[in-house]
């Protein structure tokens, strides 16, 4: 297979991301020193070696993503979010990192194969890269409902479904997304897989409210990003930043909640995959 280079981000964002960084930071000081044991020099390159080469290996032998979503991915690489936040375009800070990504839009595809689901919720759509992987693997009758509270990522979101055949399949509910979710409960909707990527301070809200409502199916599943929030949720509780915070006690609640049972892999900032559990 032909080498695939991962596109460069402004930052790291996740674990893995943070350590390559600071491990290539550490190799370079190493370069500079003869006094270091030759064991201990090979063993922090070897480290660096080992982190560095993880992400570009998996985005290289993991299938590509679609030429609809690639351009939704470079759209969103090249938007001035920075600008547009400053100039009030935007209604909250907004950045490339954001973006799902060709790994996380691929694995929620293959969910959505795997759970045979006909009806997707995502709260939280940004761009809309992972929706539409997700409805790429939509039947032709599936439906996703996708909640954004910024008009103007929205856009850029609704402006790449109307160039894709599967876009079809995505309806955008602007606004809060509690208020949403109470709008699509009250209204008998209930969801397949859902897929939460939104206010961090307020996931568990979104966690209570689908499952005290039948916004979740019965057989359904909740699929939860960045809930390693770039390793602050196992690092003290000291160097937590808000967000982080808000992370570490949503997972603890799902831990403790006898209702579900759930795994956190670790891809990407991390992704919990959460099932109900029969009384």
Aim: hydrophobic fraction near 45%.
């Amino acid at each position: 297979m032909s080498s695939v280079i991962a596109k460069p981000t402004a930052r790291p964002v996740t674990p893995l991301g943070i350590l390559t960084k600071k491990l290539e930071a550490a190799v370079q000081e190493i370069n500079q020193r003869t006094d270091l044991p030759a064991e201990l020099v090979a063993n922090i390159k070897q480290a660096w070696r080992l982190a560095a080469g993880l992400d570009p290996y998996i985005e290289e032998y993991t299938t590509q993503e679609s030429a609809a979503l690639a351009a939704l991915a470079e759209t969103t690489a090249t938007e001035a979010w920075g600008e547009h936040f400053t100039e009030g375009t935007t209604v909250r800070p907004l950045e490339q990192e954001m973006l799902s990504g060709h790994i996380e839009g691929q694995t929620l595809k293959m969910f959505v194969h795997m759970t045979k689901a006909k009806k997707v919720l995502e709260i939280g759509m940004f761009t809309g890269y992972s929706a539409l992987a997700m409805a790429e693997a939509l039947p032709a009758d599936g439906l996703l409902v996708a909640c954004e509270v910024d008009p103007y990522a929205a856009e850029v979101g609704q402006t790449a479904f109307n160039q894709s055949s599967d876009g079809a399949k995505i309806r955008i509910e602007l606004g809060s997304a509690l208020e949403t979710l109470e709008k699509l409960a009250e209204a008998g909707e209930s969801f397949d897989l859902v897929f939460i990527d939104a206010d961090k301070k307020e996931y568990i809200a979104y966690f209570q409210k689908l499952l005290d409502t039948n916004l979740l199916a019965p057989e359904g599943f909740i699929c939860v990003d960045n809930t390693l929030l770039q390793g602050e949720v196992y690092l003290p509780a000291q160097e937590r930043s808000v967000n982080g915070e808000a992370i570490a006690q949503f997972n603890r609640t799902v831990a403790l909640d006898p209702r579900v049972e759930q795994v956190i892999l670790p891809l990407r900032d991390g992704l919990t995959i959460i099932r109900r559990v029969n009384p």
